[in-house]
């Protein structure tokens, strides 16, 4: 459930760093029929010193901000802790609702002023990453007979099912007592009131608004497993419009019939396997390679 409001709240976080970067995002269709980031993935991954210093930075649009509190709030009865800094941003959450932005904007002046006054102190995190200067003179170059080795080397392995999935992964999850092979089906997603199009939508916004470079993959799932992966498609499409409209370049491995399924891409039955990022890193060359 690390899914796309924890990932804004790690891109709030680093806020500064946004501008100009070279981020890639692999986002999976399976997120958009859950309700969104859950609590537990909310406290493992946007930590205590994130919240301090997402609220502290005036940088920031105060929507991203109203809809942390949004997600706190609507979610309070599942933390077992409520901390200062939780309640300053449910407090600026009631406020938005309530009151025009104007009226807001003053009063989270004066909220700010309140964290202080509770001690609401931040450590000064200074981030100095090692940056890796790759030697493309001899790196190796893509080619398509690597890639259908890659993808031969996948099936070669596989022994026990005929539905493209990785010999140890079939025997423990998919096989039943009876010996037949596990299956599932996709249900149609609701476009209109889905939390995690309007939390994808809030993390192209911000991207677009800094001027991220940033590209997205949408992963597949298999529908040698899956049953129904036709009802994934206008989802993948409300993606596709959304990241065209913000020019953001993309890698759309999604299919919905077993024809057009490339075995390997995936290892199991929603991950992907070496096949599946090497496709990732021939695209990712091309966008990012400066050479």
Known sequence: FHQSFSILCELLAGYEFLKNSKICIVISPSWFSTSGTNTEAFTEFVRPNFLKIIACNSAIDLKYKIAIGNFIEHHRDEFSVMTNTMNYYCDMYHRSSRFNSEFVSAHIRLLMQKIHACNFEIENVVYDPIISQPNYSESKKFTPDYLKMMQQDFLSKITNNNIYVND????????????????????????????????????????????????????????????????????????????????????????????????????????????????????????????
């Open 168 to 291: 140890e992964y079939y025997q423990q999850y998919l096989l039943s007592d009876s010996g037949t092979t596990r299956r599932d089906s996709i249900s149609i997603v609701d476009l209109k009131s889905n939390q995690e199009m309007e939390d994808f939508k809030l993390v192209v916004d911000l991207l677009a608004e800094q001027n991220a470079n940033c590209s997205f993959i949408i992963q597949p799932v298999n529908p040698y497993y899956y049953e129904h992966a036709e009802r994934y498609q206008p989802l993948v499409d409300s993606l596709t419009n959304l990241l065209d409209s913000k020019n953001f370049p993309y890698l759309n491995l999604y299919v919905n019939d077993k024809k057009d399924y490339e075995p390997g891409i995936l290892n199991d039955v929603m991950h992907l396997g070496d096949y599946g990022w090497m496709k990732i890193n021939i695209f990712l060359d091309s966008i990012y390679d400066e050479h």
